[in-house]
């Protein structure tokens, strides 16, 4: 990586006319001038969170912002996630409040519209910029806000950011480094360009040319875990299929095997006679977490999920979802502490399959099938 000040290019919005959200982000963000801005990431860092981190924090430096943070709250997952930051070599920090990242002025959220509720003094700090497409219950809370839904990855709008603002060169390593986590971003979000947009192509194309292939074929390289393995191999075992509904319980999993859940799901449901499936598990003795995959027309995640888990005492779903995939997550609480995990997952293998029948229009099953535990 090249030094920051060496590749810094200052900006001049004369020559072209950039499109209003443009325009209006770039004046959001000139708040910030000579000021610290810590841009969040929810969850569990993404590649399209990643990416579009980067990107901003690569807009910002151009923009006369004087310190960017890039903050995460929850563990690096994914062993491609751990890869990406690795091999673009991005600065991230883990942080458990704003506070952590120092004297911060403002907050930027990327793929994601609300704040991370583990950073409890986050609401002590305005969110300039939000910028995202994951559907919102209300209208999310910044001065600037840029939400669409017709996007299949976060990075499609960066790269628009970037056509009119700054646009990525080849030649320039650290803009190398951005297009190309733009791209892994995009790729993945889109199962790679499957469910992309006429725009998500658009922007693909636009950074193509800037995009260092040999460091892509690397970041895209989709090694299974031999614990992802496990989980998948758990999965097929308590696979059970009601028309093109398929559903399953994998047992305990690792807090660091969160994601093999997710990775089971997008297996199962390339099963040609269904349409629809959700596996699940409890994690780090914690929590029920689960994953849908649909690619039903009538299935909508998030609201299926609502709709089939409910909410908590504070009347947040348990579950949320776009387009083609959700997830939900319900915490056991005292009764993670049973040392009979047998029986522990039997109770929770009845409660989530009731839900999911229920769901489905059948009767709660009570054939369920052999427990697993791992
Ligand atoms: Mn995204």
Redesign the pocket.
């Known amino acids: 990586m090249t030094s920051m000040s060496e590749a810094v290019r200052k900006l001049t919005i004369t020559s072209q006319m950039p499109l209003d959200r443009t325009k209006a982000f770039v004046e959001a963000m000139s708040a910030a001038r000579g000021k610290h801005l810590l841009i969040t990431l929810r969850g569990h860092p993404?590649p399209?969170?990643i990416a579009c981190a980067l990107a901003q924090a690569h807009l910002a430096q151009r923009l006369g912002v004087e310190k960017t943070t890039i903050g995460y709250s929850h563990e690096l997952s994914h062993r491609e996630n751990r890869a990406l930051v690795k091999l673009l070599n991005v600065d991230m920090r883990k942080i458990k409040s704003v506070r952590d990242a120092g004297d911060v002025d403002f907050l930027a959220l990327v793929?994601a519209h609300e704040l991370e509720p583990d950073l409890a003094d986050a609401g002590d700090y305005e969110v300039l910029t939000i910028v995202d497409?994951h559907r919102a219950n209300q209208p999310p809370k910044g001065r600037f806000v840029d939400l669409r839904l017709d996007v299949g990855?976060?990075a499609t709008i960066f790269v628009e950011y970037l056509s009119e603002l700054s646009p990525l060169d080849l030649d320039v390593e650290e803009d190398r480094r951005v297009a190309t986590a733009l791209m892994h971003?995009l790729s993945t979000?889109t199962d790679d360009f499957t469910l992309a947009r006429p725009q998500d192509f658009r922007a693909a194309a636009m950074i193509s040319e800037a995009v260092d292939r040999d460091l892509l074929t690397d970041l895209s390289r989709r090694a299974i875990a031999p614990s992802a393995m496990d989980v998948i191999a758990r999965s097929l075992t308590g696979l059970v299929v009601r028309r093109n509904f398929a559903a399953s319980g994998v047992g305990f999993v690792s807090e660091t095997d969160r994601d093999t859940i997710a990775q089971a799901a997008d297996f199962l449901v390339r099963r040609e006679d269904i349409d629809t499936v959700i596996v699940y598990g409890v994690v780090g003795e914690r929590f029920i977490e689960g994953s849908l995959r649909t690619h039903s027309p009538s299935v909508d995640p998030a609201a299926w999920l609502e709709q089939a888990f409910g909410h908590d005492d504070k009347g947040r779903a348990y579950g949320g979802g776009r387009r083609d995939k959700g997830g939900f997550r319900i915490p056991i609480g005292f009764l993670g502490r049973s040392t009979d995990r047998a029986q522990l997952w039997q109770l929770v293998e009845h409660a989530v399959k009731s839900a999911v029948m229920r769901m489905m229009g059948d009767d709660p099953v009570n054939s369920g099938p052999v427990e697993r535990h791992a």
């Open positions: 993404d399209d969170g793929d497409h990855a976060t971003g979000d």
